[in-house]
């Protein structure tokens, strides 16, 4: 099994809005991270990066959230263009699993007709009636496409889920910043065990320390998940990937290197 990094872009914002209350007004350049999972079984996404629609149009495509939030990227940034280094066509993803469905991880979902595509239950039912604080970072144009094969899970209930059935990828229920938000658990043999953590852990600072994530749906959701994330860490000595953090990203190597 072969674990593969790629980055969509990145994201111009202020620090606050990736670390409540730190860092207010700052300029915080973030990257937006997605990844590929070669598995003898299949091909596996996790998260699809931001819309190729962003690159000529970012306004028209997501309004006024890029006042916030400035996507920067071009079309060799976009997930098919970058999973070709990887040699790996669209039609050859067999699952997409989604840590949510905000603007900039699920903007690749139309690409892969072929694929299973993993999310709860609860995350896509608030994708298309979300709170008035959260409607900005769900762009319907991109999630809400004809002929996709859905599996929904459901929360707690399905914790720990075992896609292959090998306890080689493990999706882990970790909401807080958005209802159904989750991790990927990623088994490998050599780089050992690895957790995928999305949006649910931004940055090594709010792994490390008592803080939340600058958009947060749920608060106390999120402490659990936080915490819940760093017992992986301390119990089962789980390497953690944090979703936004510009400069633990800069020590990981990106495809076509990987990871197994």
Not at 96 to 118: K, M, Q, R
Not at 128 to 134: A, H, I, N
Not at 194 to 215: F, R
Not at 216 to 243: C, E, Q, W
């Amino acid at each position: 099994m072969k674990l593969y990094m790629f980055q969509c872009g990145i994201l111009k914002t202020k620090k606050h809005l990736i670390t409540m209350g730190r860092g207010i007004g700052q300029p915080f350049d973030v990257p937006v991270p997605f990844f590929l999972i070669k598995h003898p079984r299949g091909n596996v996404l996790f998260d699809t990066g931001n819309a190729l629609a962003v690159v000529n149009d970012k306004a028209g495509h997501w309004g006024a959230v890029i006042e916030a939030y400035d996507p920067v990227m071009t079309k060799d940034d976009y997930v098919v263009a970058q999973l070709a280094k990887a040699g790996v066509k669209p039609e050859e993803i067999t699952h997409v699993i989604f840590s949510h469905l905000h603007l900039d991880h699920a903007g690749g979902t139309g690409e892969f007709l072929n694929a299973i595509y993993y999310v709860q239950r609860t995350e896509l039912q608030y994708a298309y009636m979300p709170d008035f604080f959260q409607a900005g970072a769900y762009i319907r144009a991109d999630f809400d496409k004809p002929r996709l094969n859905w599996h929904l899970l459901e929360g707690y209930q399905d914790d720990f889920y075992d896609v292959f059935g090998d306890s080689k990828l493990q999706i882990v229920f970790t909401p807080g910043h958005s209802p159904g938000h989750q991790s990927l658990l990623v088994n490998l043999e050599k780089w050992g065990p690895t957790l995928l953590t999305g949006d649910s852990v931004y940055t090594e600072e709010i792994l490390e320390e008592d803080v939340l994530p600058g958009l947060v749906y749920s608060p106390p959701d999120a402490v659990k998940s936080i915490k819940k994330t760093r017992d992986l860490r301390r119990v089962n000595g789980v390497r953690i990937i944090t979703g936004h953090d510009p400069v633990a990203w800069t020590k990981l190597k990106l495809a076509p290197a990987y990871y197994e």
